[in-house]
């Protein structure tokens, strides 16, 4: 039996392996390097990939190890390993084999395996005989959300013969390989744009703002795209009544998370090679969707003790008080009334500051989770100008990634605030207002825990998928 091996290594870490292949630390792999790593990481490789055929399992034996360097994108390098590995078995009629892959397992990527018969037939294939990615040269765009990942696979062998074809039959054609819509693939072609002129050999004044400026319009890409937390701080502040400050403050924290998440993971992957840069982001990722679940916990909880006649908003109820003949509002503090004193409010139940510190975490939750896993565009673009000695451009560019970001998310958040007001001001139809005020009364208890609801659901869906991916 023989094993053709190819392992693809994207940018970032490729270079967190530089370090291991360059054996006498001079900033180059030569030939004679490359070769002794390329031997080392073979052997690793057959030792984690395991067959049996009939019951027992192959021992291998490595020929043609080969690793070499690519152009890959923001000025860095990716990697090609490529192992053969042999092993004589006795494939009998109707023997049973069996393939694990269990080498890197801790690592996110895309893992296929296909299969071909050579004077043997092979049955009951759950394998390809094609490559579906021209033995990883080709991907979809959306690498991650459609990424294969075959580590497993069982079949059967017969001899060859009874008219059957002596290669690959037996074996399923190649699937196609996933596709994306078309705003994804032109937006990871402006990435990769990007990512070409932040590599440029040479940066004028005007090259230079024009890629800060596309940086930025990318991070509100990105935002604009499904996912990014929209969803949840649209819920938020629908169910907490939000204001336009609120949403201010969400689009300022994600862009403060986002850029210094991005220069902290930068700075952690290019110090060591021992840091997963997939994994951290999974982690990073699980870590988001705690954050959001807890808020919502935390919405659903108010939402609950409200509707339960704990409290009650202090919006807009009126007070008369003996003596001073006249009544106000606790939500209009307007400077044109004349002051006064309250006097004893101790029969009342409010907590407006412990309401207003909820409110206060909850907005910070929401920002965090929306900044705290970087774009992994951003991080090669920043590790890329760091290669080539530019790391003030840098941190430019991330914070223009994490501006255009946050610009997005608050746009999302104001357009939400204004459509909620237009529909609330109901003063135009009246008489739909007194027909509908019963069921109109219960509305506003009724859509806190709904969205309360909605936003821990979704925190729940973030960290289940996350963790589905590092644990």
Not at 149 to 166: I, N
């Amino acid at each position: 039996m023989e094993v053709t091996a190819v392992v693809d290594t994207a940018e970032i870490p490729t270079l967190q392996e530089r370090a291991d292949v360059d054996a006498n630390h001079d900033g180059q792999a030569d030939e004679a390097e490359r070769a002794a790593y390329a031997a080392k990481t073979c052997r690793e490789l057959a030792g984690g990939f395991e067959v049996q055929a009939a019951g027992k399992r192959l021992e291998w034996t490595v020929t043609g190890p080969a690793f070499e360097y690519a152009p890959g994108a923001g000025g860095l390098q990716t990697s090609r390993l490529t192992c053969t590995l042999t092993g004589p078995a006795k494939l009998g009629a109707g023997a049973g084999v069996t393939v694990t892959n269990r080498w890197r397992t801790d690592r996110v990527g895309w893992r296929e395996m296909t299969a071909v018969g050579d004077g043997v037939r092979l049955v009951d294939s759950p394998l390809p005989a094609r490559s579906v990615s021209d033995q990883l040269r080709s991907y979809p765009a959306d690498l991650l959300s459609s990424r294969l990942d075959v580590r497993t696979a069982s079949l059967r062998t017969q001899p060859a013969g009874s008219g059957a074809d002596a290669r690959g039959s037996g074996v399923r054609p190649a699937a196609a390989v996933a596709g994306s819509d078309p705003v994804t693939r032109w937006m990871n072609a402006a990435d990769r744009r990007l990512q070409q002129v932040a590599a440029g050999r040479r940066i004028t004044p005007v090259v230079g703002i024009l890629a800060v400026l596309a940086a930025v319009l990318l991070g509100a890409g990105h935002a604009a795209l499904p996912g990014h937390g929209k969803t949840v701080m649209a819920a938020y502040l629908a169910g907490e009544r939000g204001r336009v400050r609120d949403a201010m403050v969400v689009g300022a924290t994600v862009t403060l998370t986002h850029t210094g998440a991005v220069l902290v993971i930068g700075a952690l992957l290019s110090a060591s090679s021992a840091l997963a840069g997939d994994r951290l982001l999974g982690y990073l990722g699980l870590a988001s969707g705690i954050l959001v679940t807890a808020v919502g916990v935390g919405m659903l909880v108010g939402a609950l003790r409200r509707r339960g006649g704990h409290g009650h908003s202090h919006h807009g109820h009126s007070h008369s008080h003996h003596g001073h003949g006249h009544s106000h509002s606790h939500g209009d503090h307007s400077p044109h009334g004349h002051p006064h004193s309250h006097g004893d409010h101790s029969h009342h139940d409010h907590d407006h500051g412990g309401s207003t510190r909820v409110g206060k975490l909850g907005l910070a939750g929401i920002g965090l989770a929306g900044g705290l896993v970087p774009s992994p565009s951003a991080l090669v673009v920043l590790l890329g100008a760091i290669g080539l000695g530019r790391a003030g451009f840098g941190i430019l560019l991330v914070v223009g990634y994490g501006l255009g970001m946050a610009a997005a998310l608050t746009g999302a958040g104001l357009l939400l605030l204004f459509v909620s007001r237009r529909v609330t001001a109901t003063a135009r139809w009246p008489r739909l207002v007194r027909r509908l005020s019963p069921f109109l009364a219960r509305v506003p208890a009724a859509t806190s825990t709904l969205t309360a609801g909605l936003v821990t659901i979704v925190g729940l869906g973030l960290a289940l998928r996350a963790a589905a991916g590092v644990l």
